[in-house]
């Protein structure tokens, strides 16, 4: 009697917990089923290859912030041959990455572009030349070969100007971006971030003398937000949803920075090959400062006094003709208050 009521216990106790199973197993199934949350997909088109510049994009995607908010972003690495205004205005993109020099430079050329947030409070652009060379002071410039990217010549030729430096005292040539027109003697002077070029050339043993615009007077924005005034217009809720997660990536990968590099590295080179720690780690340190310049600076923050002070500086400069109204290039709608 005993050996059967033990029995029956213990087939009471298999079904109860197989009905147990039974019953989670359904639940996951339906709720999968029930899940009908359709990720839409965005892409944004980077202002240079991937790199700890981004750190906070990566964050944004490893972590699902972009997911959560409903997004399936492609982060697209500059490509050579469009920069990223002309893919977002062209529709190739959904978002962009770029300076705010360049922004004003596309609206004043009749681009409905718009920034959303900026990222880099302080322009991280930089002139450069190998001590070895003398070209120790701006003046130096002067019949000299500087090489400047398409990108970074608004910002580049702003500082010259308000330096008293016209752009026919010195030899123009385009370059791409890199240290190699420098190293190769290519070019007397050349142009990039003092968070990535610059970090390369003291990596391979070089002496560098740096010439940074915002020690000259010419404070811009860098690596800002944008869309269309039509993506804006059509799919606010996309837009909100993008600069939020974007914004909460950096964020963390401010307060997490060995964790945001490690994330990076999860990215490649134009070569498909793999990004190196240490680089991405001195790049990401000596961007800190130009992000968050200050604990009272939000990540994203930008106002009109500075679209303002930009927008004069290019006009002086005449690097743009037209004195546009400056509220018409940005929102901060979607910047949380």
Do not use: C
């Not at 699902?64 to 409903?70: A, H, L, P, R, T």
């Not at 016209?166 to 030899?171: L, N, R, Y």
């Not at 050349?190 to 968070?195: A, L, N, S």
């Not at 590099?261 to 130009?290: G, I, R």
């Amino acid at each position: 009697m005993r050996i059967k009521m033990k029995n029956k216990v213990f087939l009471f106790v298999f079904l109860f917990f197989a009905l147990l199973v039974s019953a989670y197993a359904i639940y996951v199934y339906i709720e999968s089923k029930n899940d009908n949350t359709v990720l839409t997909p965005v892409s944004v088109r980077l202002k240079w290859l991937h790199q700890a510049q981004f750190a906070g994009n990566y964050v944004a995607e490893q972590k699902n912030y972009y997911k959560e908010e409903g997004l399936d972003v492609e982060l697209k690495a500059y490509d050579y041959k469009n920069d990223p205004i002309e893919e977002v205005v062209s529709g190739k993109s959904d978002f962009g990455i770029t300076g705010a020099e360049n922004i004003i430079v596309a609206r004043n050329q009749g681009k409905k572009v718009k920034a959303l947030a900026v990222v880099y409070q302080d322009s991280p652009a930089v002139a450069f030349s190998l001590k070895s060379s003398g070209i120790l002071e701006l003046k130096d410039f002067v019949g000299k070969r500087l090489g400047v990217s398409k990108d970074l010549e608004a910002v580049i030729m702003t500082m010259l100007k308000s330096s008293g430096i016209g752009s026919a005292e010195v030899k123009i040539m385009r370059t791409d971006f890199g240290i190699d027109p420098l190293i190769k003697n290519e070019v007397d002077v050349g142009t990039g971030y003092v968070t990535n070029e610059v970090i390369q050339l003291e990596e391979n043993g070089q002496e560098v003398e740096v010439f940074a615009p915002y020690k000259f007077g010419v404070k811009m924005y860098a690596d800002v937000l944008f869309t269309t005034e039509e993506m804006i217009a059509k799919n606010p809720g996309i837009v909100a949803g993008f600069v939020k997660a974007t914004l909460r990536g950096w964020e963390y990968a401010l307060s997490h920075v060995d964790e945001a590099v490690k994330l990076t590295l999860l990215y490649k080179d134009d070569n498909n090959k793999a990004l190196n720690y240490d680089h991405q780690k001195a790049l990401l340190d000596k961007s800190v400062p130009f992000i968050k310049p200050n604990i009272n600076r939000k990540v994203g923050e930008m106002n009109y006094v500075d679209w303002k002070r930009t927008n004069q500086l290019l006009v002086d400069s005449g690097v743009v003709q037209n004195k546009l109204e400056v509220s018409h290039m940005y929102t901060t709608e979607f910047i949380s208050p």
